[in-house]
């Protein structure tokens, strides 16, 4: 029924709606009134986090797209090699992990059976574990040496939206926790970076305003063959995400690219009929993104930019389509970029009257190999 999805038609527009409430329930508790980063929940040692040389972040699907952007962010912040598995790989891969790896595994339910062994896999070989997980007292949440749980609620639509951006979040969090635990950053440092995650709720509440222009959009990109999601660094990894959400609910081909490599394949897929959506929310690389934009228009794609408010760079004379979001520091931009696009699946998928919560051949936990 409508009322228990909250008045509205699917549990997927529900969950992208309460992304608001959920990431500031997953910083409550987390951050000082002096906008300090706290886990009173973590026993992990400060002598500890020193003797970490690497990390590996294992995941499936949503997961695993958080676990991108986290590697960005930690070798920005932490500069150590950090390494992104998806779990099925990892666990047959004899993975290079000692005593000296913290392996961050996160997942929604905590019952994916890759995501398990994996975390099975990394014990054995002597890892520290950390579980970033949604559902309390599940397999994975038990199994872990430490565990931070995301406090999304529970997720009922397969596609996975607030549970994503609650574990951007406490990947955030854990990032500056150990580079504050480690002296990389001073406590003034810090406050400024958590005083920015404070403020997402309120951007992510803005973001959803864009509701019933994105709907417009959806209408005519509802018609298009084939996808392609264009990004760089932060924006690449947030467009792997956006893609997934597409193909998940509307059924329709998409798939990410880092836009640097376009031109060596991609590009010649590009023709009247398949859309282009380019992220261009990372101020060292917009100018790169520029020319991959024009790439794109030049071939006759249709090109919708997703971009910072403020952004001068690019309108509907270069483009055909111009989404415009709040913004914060490059690094959190993820979180705002990904709402749009978790919006423009629902509402694709909404067109062309598909399931939506419950997709055809998925399930919301993968419990079995
Ligand atoms: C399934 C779900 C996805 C989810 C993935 C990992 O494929 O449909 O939405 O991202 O499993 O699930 P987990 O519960 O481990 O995060």
């Not at 090699?81 to 004899?94: G, L, Q, T």
């Not at 430490?146 to 955030?172: D, F, N, R």
């Not at 509907?316 to 690094?331: F, M, N, Y």
Request: net charge negative; with cysteine; hydrophobic share 45%.
């Amino acid at each position: 029924s409508t009322a228990s999805k909250g008045g509205y038609d699917h549990f997927m527009l529900k969950e992208i709606h309460e992304q608001p409430q959920t990431i500031r329930d997953t910083l409550r508790g987390r951050v000082s009134d002096t906008n300090q980063v706290m886990f009173p929940e973590l026993k992990l040692s400060r002598e500890q986090l020193l003797n970490f040389n690497r990390i590996v972040i294992v995941a499936c699907g949503t997961a695993y797209h958080a676990g991108m952007v986290a590697k960005h962010f930690y070798e920005a912040l932490l500069r150590r090699p950090v390494e992104v598995s998806v779990a099925s790989e990892f666990r047959y891969s004899d993975p290079i992990v000692d005593q000296h790896t913290l392996a961050i595994i996160i997942s929604q339910s905590g019952e994916t059976a890759d995501t398990l062994a994996a975390l099975r896999e990394a014990k054995v070989k002597g890892a520290t574990t950390l579980a970033v997980v949604n559902v309390v007292g599940s397999s994975i949440a038990r199994e872990s040496d430490e565990v931070i749980y995301t406090y999304a609620g529970p997720e009922i639509s397969v596609a996975s939206t607030k549970a994503y951006t609650t574990q951007l979040i406490a990947l955030y969090l854990v990032g500056l926790y150990i580079a504050e635990q480690e002296n990389r950053l001073g406590p003034t440092v810090v406050a400024g970076y958590v005083e920015l995650l404070k403020a997402l709720p309120a951007q992510v509440a803005q973001v959803l305003k864009l509701g019933p222009e994105i709907k417009e959009l959806a209408q005519g990109l509802s018609k298009s063959s084939s996808f392609f999601f264009l990004g760089r660094g932060f924006d690449y990894a947030v467009a792997m995400e956006a893609a997934l959400k597409l193909k998940e609910v509307s059924y329709i081909h998409a798939e990410a690219y880092a836009a640097g490599e376009m031109k060596h394949g991609p590009l010649a897929l590009v023709e009247p009929g398949v859309t282009v959506v380019c992220f261009a929310t990372q101020s060292a690389l917009y100018d790169k993104m520029l020319s991959n934009v024009k790439e794109i228009t030049a071939r006759d794609g249709g090109a919708v930019a997703l971009v910072k408010d403020g952004d001068e760079g690019l309108d509907t004379r270069s483009v055909d389509s111009v989404l415009r979001i709040p913004s914060t520091h490059d690094w959190f931009m993820p979180i705002l970029a990904i709402v749009p696009m978790q919006m423009l699946a629902y509402y694709i998928a909404a067109a062309l009257g598909r399931e939506i919560d419950q997709p055809r051949n998925l399930a919301k936990s993968v419990t079995v190999e």
